[in-house]
């Protein structure tokens, strides 16, 4: 047992509780409140249009309930392990900056993503793509200036692609 | 009705068309960590606004396209394009190695071409008659098909079993967004009106598959500093020649039958078909030491083997309107999108559309192999474009995309969200397959769920006292738990066995 490990089961035990959480929201709220069933269907039909859902919430239900009480046994197991092996007290490997950032790097891309849909919304196409593909690059420590030609390059054909070939309106 | 088929399937325009598909598959196809889901996904995009037609031929060249495209990585650098060509690195990469990159190229793609048509050939034959006996079916039986297809992208999910249910569920319970077709009450809506429609599958697909890859590229890209260009074998021209390959003639049909009959399974595909077809070509073929260290046969097979379910793949999805995996997930939103339902009701409506669409994929085959010999040498330098640069170019595309599926920006905000989810999904092992797929068959699951609780007075014995059902619910669950019922069974086996030895 190693402490990677031993962090795995624990992710995996926090995973299926916040499924849990999230089904049992879905359950309690979600399908009650967002789904109203219409009086004709509570009086003749066995069907409602809150059956699926619930059937699928149950599925679902099941499934997390399942899930806890496996990654549950399996997350104690490990800190056993872990506890009698004594790896729990090793000290961490010291991370570099690039590795902390590394970790981000999905969320920062994500977030100019966002950005970059929020700009659509409120100004078109055209600004915020010019504005989105150096920042990406940026982030990335792209350094070939030709790089920077390409995508724009690209994304100017495939913007004439959509707005002249096949006549989309893109704002 | 040949000609008709053929004057309305061969136009210019539609020639082109499969054409264009067929070369952004092999495009992305060779692209090193794009699959082949995220190439259909993406040129899907481009289907908004042609008629159905030619967005199928589209598709349909993509996908043919990748599926070969993901061989030229596998030969030169060492990576398969695509999880497809995960068995043509074996001896792809060595013949390479050994300077001769071309005729493992070109070996690749008469194996490609070749189990291509045979599918095709067999789908144009088969399908026909599989409608015909769809047509025979109830609501209950329709049900169990739902669940089958269900099932068989479950088990696709290895040991998360479990996660790939979750999956699927939440795919179903999406599904369910928008007004219920026979209240019109609102479902799941959070008062946004313009879910009225429910979600739009392929915008779903795009976020999921797409945007979700280009996160985990950027990560890739971050990590490794890669805005250098790919280290690649030479490549040296081929020598091989139509018939050389012909001494590989029963491979070829091994490999063609194999992965015929796989495809037409859902839940499997072009990466299970090239496994096995590779392994059985290694145990029937008199050279079995030389694979592994470069020998065209085990490209050959390779390659056949996951080109021959293309057509296959198509017969569940045309005749039952039930996506087999996500590839024909993502056709079968293309379709929806386009207004036409799959289904047995296809075949016996007199229409030839889908007559055409099976004989465009024989025709798209041909294009494969032509535009394979052509431009081998440039495809061949498509595997050296740097991941750097393609991560805004996707973003771009997805963005512009999603906004084309709806003609509005709604769409992009729904694009955003299952790119979050995707990665999330993906960052904690939960499949995404059974996620689309369930998006897809959702409609079809409920409306035959309901259909059938009312047909029996709302008791679930309709579905385990019809003999037909029941024996498609009872191999769904099999076909999908095989593995953990084959760990019962040997337990089983083994506890008689030591007791009998006490």
Known sequence: ?171 | MLGQIISQALTLHNVLIMNLGITLGIVIGAMPGLSLTFAVTVVLTLTYGMDSMAGMYLLLGTYVGGMYGGSITAILINTPGTSNAAATVFDGYPLAQQGRAGDALRAALLASTIGGMFSAIVLLFLAPQVAKVVLLIGSPEYFALCVFGMLAAISTAGKNKLKGLISAALGLLMSTVGLDHIYGSQRLMFGNYKLMGGLKVSTCMLGAYALTQVLFMAKNVYSAHRDERAQQVKYVKSTLRLRDMLKYWKTLLRSSLIGTVIGAIPGTGGATSAMFCYNEARRASPNAENFGKGEIEGVVAAECGNNAVTGATMIPMLTLGIPGDSLTAIMLGALTMQGITPGSQLFSSGSIWVYAIMGGLLVINIFLLLQGLVFSRGFANISRVPMIVMVPCIIAVCCMGGFAIGNTTFEVSVLIAFGLLGYLMRRFNFPIPPLTIGLVLGNLFETNLRRSLVLSGGSASIFFTRPVCLLILVLSVVFAFLPEIKDIVAKIKASRAGAGAR
């Open chain 1, 1 to 171: 047992m190693t402490k990677a490990q031993y962090r795995k089961a624990r992710e995996e035990l926090l995973v299926m509780l916040v499924c849990t959480a999230l089904v049992a929201l879905l359950m309690l709220y979600v399908i009650p409140v967002l789904i109203r069933v219409p009086a004709a269907a509570l009086k003749d039909d066995s069907f409602t249009p809150r059956t699926f859902p619930y059937f699928l919430g149950t599925i679902m239900a099941i499934c997390v309930l399942i899930g806890d009480v496996k990654t549950g046994v399996e997350f104690v197991r490990a800190r056993r392990e872990a506890l009698a092996c004594g790896c729990l007290k090793e000290a961490e490997p010291k991370k570099t900056l690039h590795d902390r950032i590394t970790g981000f790097i999905p969320w920062i891309v994500y977030a100019l993503v966002v950005l970059y849909g929020v700009g659509i919304t409120r100004i078109g196409f055209v600004i915020p793509t010019v504005l989105m593909i150096p920042a990406v690059l940026l982030l990335l420590r792209c350094r070939k200036w030709q790089y920077y030609l390409y995508v724009y390059l690209f994304a100017g054909g495939i913007w004439v692609v959509f707005r002249y070939v096949l006549h989309v309106q893109l704002p």
